[in-house]
Nanobody, 122 residues
C-alpha cells in the first residue's frame, strides 16, 4: 500500500502563489509517477501535472503551463506543486496521486490522497 498526504492549500488572492506538498509512505516512492489532479465544485476531477520517477519528465495541462511547476524529492518521499500567478479558476481541491505509469486520466491512478483545498479570490 501507498499512503499520500497533501498539505499546503489555503486562501490566496489572484496573482498569488502557493506550494503544495504530498508526502508519500509505503512502497518505494521512486517507483511511481506522481500526479496532481484537481476537482472544482460540480466539475469532474482533472489532470494538472505529473512527473516521472527520476523527475526528468514533466507533464502539464495547458492552462497551467508556465504558471505551475511539479517537482519531487525522492530522498524525502515528497512531491511538490509550485503554483504561481494563481487565478480564481484554479480554485479546487487538489489531489496527489500515484501510478506506475504516466496517465492524465483520474480513473487510471492506483493511489490517492485525500486532497487539500486551494481557494483563489478575485
Amino acid at each position: 500500500q501507498v499512503q499520500l498526504v497533501e498539505s499546503g492549500g489555503g486562501l490566496v488572492q489572484a496573482g498569488g502563489s502557493l506550494r503544495l506538498s504530498c508526502a508519500v509512505s509505503g512502497r518505494t516512492f521512486s517507483s511511481y509517477y506522481m500526479h496532481w489532479f484537481r476537482q472544482a465544485p460540480g466539475k469532474e476531477r482533472e489532470f494538472v501535472a505529473a512527473i516521472s520517477w527520476s523527475g526528468g519528465r514533466t507533464y502539464y495541462r495547458n492552462s497551467v503551463k508556465g504558471r505551475f511547476t511539479i517537482s519531487r524529492d525522492n530522498a524525502k518521499n515528497t512531491v511538490y506543486l509550485q503554483m504561481n500567478s494563481l487565478r480564481p479558476e484554479d480554485t479546487a481541491v487538489y489531489y496527489c496521486a500515484a501510478d506506475v505509469n504516466y496517465d492524465n486520466v483520474a480513473r487510471a491512478m492506483d493511489y490517492w490522497g485525500k486532497g487539500t483545498l486551494v481557494t483563489v479570490s478575485s
